[in-house]
């Protein structure tokens, strides 16, 4: 199943600049490693602003809030989560 | 260059079901074509909405906005353009 | 899995009213025969509007948009479809 | 009487932690008891979000305020109460 | 139960004027008659709009929309409603 | 003359218990001072929120803005005024 | 006392040129007969919009609501109205 | 003075093509008129929308509102006007 | 030329009293200045708010903004600007 | 190819002021270099507000978001993205 998510991303600016700068590192490779399995197949930045849009492949809503509530991050996160289904005009 | 669009379709419900019928055939041979030659590499369905999230990977903003305004429904639709970047996590 | 999924209904002042009778009791039907088979375990009125509170039990993204767009009064309906999880309170 | 409940939570980022899960623990009891007592029939994770949609089941309105504002997170929530009636559709 | 329920009145301009008149004299008979029963307390214009806000006492949320969904307006308003409770300062 | 007024308490977290503790109790003096004198003759308290309702009868805006600009939580508080007239249907 | 109000005039693009032209007319003399006794002492043209700001001078809410509700174009209109006090640094 | 404008033109679907047309080709010479004496330096699409964002050079508002309300699309314009003035970090 | 300003003003509770209270009178000496010269003809206190909406008189955009961005509060506030022009209907 | 940005600033309160005007004259710097070579073509002052409006030329996407991103005021900025296109009526 896919979910299109909007990610923007809000660091305190009284957050310590070296504490910020290891959540950001934790959370690329927990991205990384989401991607290679196959669970985060898509990430886009979106232009001008600290957002991404991504697209996720999970099996149910439950596995998705785990993987989004597991993201380090996510204390720091707006995120908006749309169900997506199969368009009728799809060619794959 | 890759771009998120959403398409939120509203045909007046004055319109004649066969005229409706028509253009949204016309739409679909339209769509595919532009999927076919990899210009829309990503069509979803918004899950319980006449409205779909889509990828487009064009050349400039100009060829973008020949597509969707060449769309047989671009009449009936609202239209929001995101354009999207290369995400610093992406692995591919 | 579990979806929250808001309907408020339009129906346009130029329908013919024995026209709009007759799909809102073919709606009912279909509505209530999903009750029956557990897809749509509860509907509530939203007090002094058009509207209704639903919960689905569907195995996909894609059962729940079938469903939805499946529903007579679908072209006259703003739907919002929110994905639910368990919560770690539960006690169900 | 039934009414759907979103809640938001807004922890302070400059909370002290253990406070936090002080509070958090206190909450889910409070929770549980009224899940118990049948006032909180459901509680479902926004998934995503630090949310709740919560169905309650309360004999007045001043009955609901009291439930919610004795929550223990009530401070750090943004809270939407909507009325809810019996659907027409209803087969229960 | 108190409630507060906001009224805006939207009557389509090619609705016959004299079907409009009939549809407001009835409403307000409707109106004046819950008036004295107690049930509808207060309604005031909204100055410089087609609209009241309006402060019903009622037994359940059911009441409530029975009596809102029976407005001969009901077809030509946007009504919202919010759930009061008695204020901690409210000396009556 | 009649106003109603929409009043959201938001006290910063970081305001210390005592002091909060002690504007609250000189708030509701103020309050129920106006009651009395007939200026403020409706207070509900919003279900689920930190908010309230109120209804005021004053000569002026001028009036209405000195009671308001003088309640003890002002600075805490956003604010909507909407100015009521006489409903044609209005048995009183 | 004085209000501010805004009003936007969405005229229905199939009322006939005519009986537009006439209300506008009948609207225009309406409006200098209130500017010349004082009830309208400013009104301003927004740019770019078919949309005023205007300044009221009236006695009381009712008033006010009397004027407004009796403008010729006020059933093609939406209409905001926020009550002014006067400022303390007012030099007037 | 510059000024930036934007100009959302919904053109309603039962407008005749014909006349639809014809109001088009007013609008585009009108425009380039005023691009051609220097007072619309700048006018660009909206990618994706029947829009436009423009540049207005002019002395007065007064002077910017004759422009905008003479546009032969004006009745089926939504427009926004922001007043611009000199950026300290301007080189030009 | 005229404008209409809206002022929204937010002073941070952190602000120590005393140095708040010494840009309050520096704000009003600067406007009282800019009321006597003409540039400030109006200025009014919305009821129940921090706020107040203004009429400038000024020269061009760029004098506008030099006027508004030396205001002492400028930093704690939002501002909304609207020009105005002169409307067909204004007697003056 | 040609974008519009708005960018608001919003400079915590708390940030010292002599590191705040160091990140404003490196960010002049930063924006007059892009505007001498070409990619930075228009910078405009939104009036009364700490905000403009740019125009962007650059070749992709990503180059945009390089140079919005690499802004010194990046962390305090909300920004707007909008890409433009060649309007059929430009005489350019």
Avoid: C
């Avoid at 930045?45 to 999970?58: C, L, P, Q």
């Avoid at 149910?60 to 720091?76: A, C, I, K, M, R």
């Amino acid at each position: 199943m896919l979910f299109l998510v909007r990610m923007d991303v809000n660091i305190p600016s009284d957050l310590p600049a070296a504490e910020a700068a290891e959540i950001k590192a934790v959370e690329k490779e927990y991205s990384q490693g989401l991607q290679r399995d196959g669970r985060w197949p898509h990430i886009w930045r979106v232009v001008g602003e600290y957002s991404n849009y991504s697209i996720f492949e999970v099996a149910s809503n439950d596995e998705l809030h785990d993987v989004l509530s597991g993201l380090p991050l996510f204390p720091y996160m707006d995120i908006q989560v749309t169900p997506l289904a199969k368009h009728p005009s799809d060619i794959n």
